[in-house]
């Protein structure tokens, strides 16, 4: 049997073959009744439209690419099921690249997705400023967890985040904390350290600041090691769920009560975190929205001016207090 032509699915919709191919190229152009025809001719005849010559008409692939620095981390499946979620709500298709911790990696990446994709979104971003004026004319860029002047991006409002913690410390009688701040390489690990130091301040909490460095379980593991040489913290912070599950697991090996002896406190609101034993009490980011809001910034970033400044869209956390805190030992 023939595959079936635009033609055919003009012809069973009634409609022009113009308007089939932009039903499926500029569908916000149409009614819903004109959509709802052209899109139920093109499935009863099996008729999918060809993206490599509609691209070639339109300027668009009706791709976006996702590129995140590490798929193993817990953080961003929710996110990217979000935005791949997006995605396809408005017709498009996401294209997903990890690039391994690599700033390096992640612009080849760009550059290698930018021919097929209309637009990236990069989750975590490594990339230094030189790099990003270099990958920045390609394609529109929404940079999430990370604010970048001069393109659109997504974030988790630090400030708001770190005072719910520290005051829920302060309320449990915590004077001092040990925080764990994560890469020095991240620009969301310089953006929380800021707006901890800031708002354990003003919490009457005295923060000591362990040396910036790599955020895993076992690293997580490392520190629990470094904590118990010395006076225990009532309280130790990690700037990501995996490292404070690291924390936690080797504090009880080592016979640490928790929370009776330190209180542990995590960030992301990971699902795994929910589930460890202890329960771990974490800053819990909205990963979902994170991802659906990068897409519509990526869709809003298609019709921004050159030189435009776009005003970052900044999303709540939630403070989830589970098992692992209580209140600071005598």
């Known amino acids: 049997m023939p595959r079936a032509t635009i033609r055919d699915v003009a012809r069973a919709a009634g409609v022009s073959v113009s308007t089939v191919s932009r039903v499926f190229t500029r569908p916000e152009l149409f009614r819903d009744e004109t959509r709802l025809k052209v899109h139920a001719a093109a499935e009863q005849l099996n008729y999918s439209p060809n993206?490599?010559?509609?691209?070639?008409?339109?300027?668009?692939?009706?791709?976006?690419?996702?590129?995140?620095?590490?798929?193993?981390?817990?953080?961003?499946?929710?996110?990217?099921?979000?935005?791949?979620?997006?995605?396809?709500?408005?017709?498009?298709?996401?294209?997903?690249?990890?690039?391994?911790?690599?700033?390096?990696?992640?612009?080849?990446?760009?550059?290698?997705?930018?021919?097929?994709?209309?637009?990236?979104?990069?989750?975590?971003?490594?990339?230094?400023?030189?790099?990003?004026?270099?990958?920045?004319?390609?394609?529109?860029?929404?940079?999430?967890?990370?604010?970048?002047?001069?393109?659109?991006?997504?974030?988790?409002?630090?400030?708001?985040?770190?005072?719910?913690?520290?005051?829920?410390?302060?309320?449990?009688?915590?004077?001092?904390?040990?925080?764990?701040?994560?890469?020095?390489?991240?620009?969301?690990?310089?953006?929380?350290?800021?707006?901890?130091?800031?708002?354990?301040?003003?919490?009457?909490?005295?923060?000591?600041?362990?040396?910036?460095?790599?955020?895993t379980f076992e690293t997580g593991s490392d520190a629990a090691d470094a904590l118990v040489r010395r006076p225990l913290p009532t309280a130790v912070l990690c700037f990501n769920d995996q490292m404070a599950m690291g924390v936690v697991a080797r504090l009880l090996q080592l016979g640490v009560r928790i929370p009776g002896q330190t209180s542990v406190t995590g960030w992301g609101g990971t699902k795994m975190a929910a589930y460890s034993t202890p329960a771990l009490t974490t800053i819990a980011a909205p990963l979902a929205d994170l991802g659906s809001a990068a897409v519509a910034e990526l869709l809003l970033a298609q019709n921004d001016e050159p030189d435009t400044d776009p005003a970052p869209v900044t999303l709540e956390a939630t403070l989830l207090a589970r098992a692992t805190t209580g209140r600071a030992r005598d």
């Open 51 to 215: 993206r490599n010559a509609a691209s070639l008409t339109t300027g668009r692939t009706a791709n976006i690419g996702l590129v995140v620095p590490n798929l193993a981390n817990p953080l961003f499946p929710e996110m990217i099921k979000a935005a791949q979620h997006g995605a396809r709500e408005h017709g498009l298709a996401a294209l997903l690249a990890d690039s391994d911790d690599s700033a390096a990696d992640e612009e080849k990446l760009v550059h290698a997705l930018a021919k097929d994709v209309d637009g990236l979104i990069l989750f975590s971003s490594l990339l230094s400023q030189e790099q990003i004026a270099s990958v920045g004319p390609l394609r529109p860029l929404v940079f999430v967890n990370r604010h970048v002047p001069g393109h659109r991006s997504v974030l988790v409002d630090a400030p708001h985040a770190m005072s719910l913690l520290t005051q829920y410390l302060a309320n449990l009688g915590h004077t001092a904390a040990t925080y764990y701040p994560g890469p020095d390489n991240s620009w969301v690990a310089h953006d929380r350290l800021a707006a901890l130091r800031k708002a354990s301040s003003a919490a009457g909490v005295e923060l000591t600041v362990a040396p910036m460095g790599p955020a």
